[in-house]
C-alpha cells in the first residue's frame, strides 16, 4: 500500500512539473516576442541612416 502511494504521489508531481515548464516556456516565448516586436518598432520609425548605424553597432 505504501508504494502505491508513492507511485500516486509521483505521477501527481510529474503532472505539476509537466504543467509548470510548459507555463514557463509559453512566457520566455512571450517575452521574446515582445523584445522582437518593441525592436521592429524602434528600428521602423528610426531613419534609414540612423537604421543602417543601429543594425551594424556603430555610434
Request: charged residues 15%.
Amino acid at each position: 500500500m505504501g508504494d502505491a502511494h508513492m507511485a500516486i504521489q509521483a505521477r501527481l508531481m510529474n503532472k505539476a512539473l509537466h504543467k509548470l515548464s510548459h507555463s514557463l516556456y509559453n512566457t520566455y516565448h512571450l517575452y521574446i516576442s515582445g523584445i522582437k516586436l518593441l525592436r521592429y518598432m524602434l528600428l521602423s520609425s528610426l531613419q534609414p541612416s540612423l537604421r543602417d548605424q543601429f543594425i551594424r553597432g556603430k555610434t
